[in-house]
């Protein structure tokens, strides 16, 4: 199997901040990549919950640990506090990080989850209002949608808090991705990402 790793999970308090990524191989000689991409995942998206996210899970789990750590420390962004967060989650896939999240941050709080899959973001939304409709979780209805978006270019926040799982290793340029990421983060934001690397070690 290979190695999965977390690549951050901090506070970034200075936005000018360069995070460093591995360097992943250019995908500019394949054909509309972004289309083929949203084509390929909606129409996975099913087997994707079913098969994938149980087996990401573990690490899906360190990554989300690893923002509730952050998050408690910052205290900006803990549910009792009076000033809303506002959070994004990138590469939402079917939307099981959303609720989770949402809880951290509390139901004063905004949460979008974008995906560039149409399917993967009717999945996000079915689950979300079955989840919101069970235990309690009806005040976290409001606060959390899905919509689909491009991970490249991701909607102009500002945001406390951004978590993605395993979507970067997808993108075409990594490292221009994360540095729009940190472009729409408020100084002092929480940036939360699990990928695979490009070149895993032995």
Not at 110 to 136: H, Q, Y
Not at 183 to 194: D, L, Q
Request: net charge neutral; charged share 20%; glycine share 6%.
């Amino acid at each position: 199997m290979r190695r999965l790793q977390l690549l951050f999970a901090a506070s970034v308090r200075d936005p000018s901040s360069k995070i460093r990524l591995m360097s992943s191989r250019s995908s500019s000689n394949i054909p509309d990549r972004t289309n083929i991409l949203a084509e390929s995942w909606s129409t996975i998206s099913n087997e994707y919950e079913k098969v994938l996210v149980p087996r990401f899970a573990p690490w899906t789990e360190d990554a989300l640990d690893a923002l509730r750590i952050a998050i408690s420390k910052d205290g900006r962004c803990q549910p009792d506090v009076n000033i809303p967060s506002t959070a994004l989650v990138l590469c939402c896939g079917p939307g099981h990080e959303l609720l989770p999240i949402a809880k951290m941050l509390g139901p004063a709080s905004t949460l979008m989850g974008t995906d560039l899959a149409p399917g993967m973001i009717s999945a996000a939304r079915k689950r979300v209002e079955e989840e919101c409709n069970e235990n309690g979780n009806f005040i976290y209805k409001d606060c959390i949608r899905a919509e689909v978006g491009n991970a490249m270019d991701p909607p102009p926040g500002p945001f406390n808090v951004i978590f993605s799982a395993f979507g970067l290793q997808q993108l075409p340029n990594p490292i221009q991705a994360v540095g729009s990421w940190l472009n729409v983060m408020e100084p002092g934001g929480i940036c939360a990402c699990i990928y695979w690397p490009p070149n895993p070690p032995k």
